[in-house]
């Protein structure tokens, strides 16, 4: 890693701490704190970048000499943004509408170098196919809690594996946080993970 340069995550998701811990970057994690919820686009590629953007620039300005990485996950169906849902009733509706379609998870990093102020964006998407759901499989896995703070009201790597037929693409940029990209972009920045 770059002398003195400080890691920051601008996220609250351990998912995404967790993503960082396993490739062996040391960071330290900052919630950005914004309301997502205020954020209008036009379409859901613009959307993810708006709300990656907004949470790395929230967290920028605190840390001198650090690479700030900001993100966000959504998943959508024809174009139809399908955020964290509101409630378990959310939730359910969430998943009969991707029960046995494919739809596609995007997720937007921002990066941005505080030292020289250059800002990274980049988009990924990937294809999730669902397995033809019944009703008693989805109102159990919504009982268990764990759509409820999740984009599509599923986690993949979680007990919402049982829901994916196939996925084209990153897996963890299901998760929330595509690796290769992530890499790609900190090895410019020469930020490299540390061997253990």
């Known amino acids: 890693m770059r002398d003195k340069t400080r890691l920051v995550l601008a996220s609250g998701s351990p998912r995404r701490d967790s993503i960082l811990n396993q490739l062996g970057l040391k960071h330290i994690t900052i919630p950005?704190?914004?309301?997502e919820r205020s954020i209008k686009a036009k379409n859901v590629r613009t959307h993810a970048k708006k709300l990656a953007m907004l949470k790395a620039g929230?967290?920028?300005?605190?840390f001198k000499d650090s690479i700030i990485i900001g993100a966000d996950t959504l998943v959508a169906v024809n174009g139809k943004v399908f955020g964290k849902p509101k409630d378990r009733k959310d939730a359910i509706r969430m998943l009969c509408k991707l029960s046995g379609r494919t739809h596609q998870v995007i997720t937007a990093l921002c990066i941005i170098d505080t030292r020289s102020n250059k800002k990274i964006v980049k988009l990924v998407s990937t294809s999730v196919r669902f397995r033809k759901l019944d009703n008693q499989t989805i109102r159990e896995y919504v009982r268990s809690g764990e759509p409820l703070d999740k984009a599509g009201a599923y986690a993949i790597q979680g007990k919402g594996a049982a829901l994916v037929e196939s996925i084209n693409g990153d897996f963890y940029n299901v998760v929330g946080l595509p690796v290769p990209v992530l890499l790609e972009v900190l090895k410019r920045l020469h930020i490299r993970p540390r061997s253990r």
């Open 32 to 35: 950005s704190r914004i309301d």
């Open 58 to 62: 929230k967290v920028a300005p605190k």
